[in-house]
């Protein structure tokens, strides 16, 4: 069973720039969410997405955006980077039986750590 | 709204000590509590969770118990192994709602 893979494991931008970071998700989970981690802080929540829908967003601007596809796997898109957008941007994914089950334990990836300069 | 809050670290310890790290929330409704471990350069891992009051979650040797009346999960250890240093996040899941909201983390330190 595979867990959840990240991809880039680091990337530097600019600022203005835009990124995208890629997830796929646990073998049997249909759900993914996305978090930012700016260092020394806990992850917060940016979005999540289930049946390619996005199914709840966090405090986030539209800047923010992502994907998911048929098989599960995920997208997160950030345009016009800016300096505090440097963070380790951390995907979970989720078990099938309910997208907003407050008890889904999520499997987190190693995360994408993202340098803005 | 609903929000977690952690002791702040560092926390360093000799090998076999003891381990309490206070986590306390506040929410509406009946939330799921969670244990996450962030170990150096990886992602968060699941140590351990409760679904409802007076629930004890359990794992390696680590437990918190659901205390809805001081709405606290505090996370302790009878003995620490340097094996345990890495960072601890306390969490929270509303009722029906799929996202987590994560304390700010304790760092804990296991000297040998």
């Known amino acids: 069973e595979t867990g959840v893979t990240q991809s880039p494991t680091h990337l530097i931008k600019t600022r203005g720039q835009q990124v995208t970071l890629r997830c796929s998700s646990q073998?049997?989970?249909?759900?993914v969410s996305w978090y930012q981690q700016a260092l020394g802080q806990g992850p917060q929540f940016i979005f999540q997405?289930?049946?390619?829908?996005?199914?709840g967003r966090g405090n986030f601007p539209p800047r923010f955006s992502g994907l998911q596809f048929p098989n599960y796997s995920s997208e997160l898109n950030v345009n016009a980077l800016e300096l505090d957008d440097s963070a380790l941007y951390l995907c979970?994914?989720?078990?099938?039986?309910?997208?907003?089950?407050?008890?889904?334990?999520?499997?987190f990836g190693a995360g994408s750590r993202l340098t803005v300069l | 709204g609903n929000s977690v809050t952690q002791m702040e670290g560092p926390v360093t310890l000799s090998e076999e000590a003891f381990l309490t790290i206070n986590c306390t929330y506040t929410?509406?409704?009946?939330?799921?509590l969670f244990w996450y471990v962030q170990y150096p350069g990886e992602g968060l891992q699941l140590l351990l969770k409760?679904?409802?009051?007076?629930d004890k979650g359990s794992n390696k040797g680590f437990e918190a118990t659901y205390r809805k009346e001081t709405t606290s999960f505090h996370l302790e250890k009878g003995s620490v192994q340097v094996s345990d240093s890495a960072v601890y996040f306390c969490?929270?899941?509303?009722?029906?709602?799929?996202?987590?909201?994560f304390g700010q983390g304790t760092t804990l330190q296991v000297k040998p």
């Open positions: 979970a994914s989720s078990q099938p039986g309910g997208a907003r089950s407050g008890a889904n334990v999520l499997t």
């Open positions: 073998s049997g989970h249909n759900t």
């Open positions: 997405y289930y049946r390619e829908e996005e199914n």
């Open positions: 929410a509406t409704g009946y939330p799921s």
């Open positions: 409760a679904t409802k009051a007076d």
């Open positions: 969490a929270l899941s509303a009722p029906d709602q799929g996202k987590l909201i």
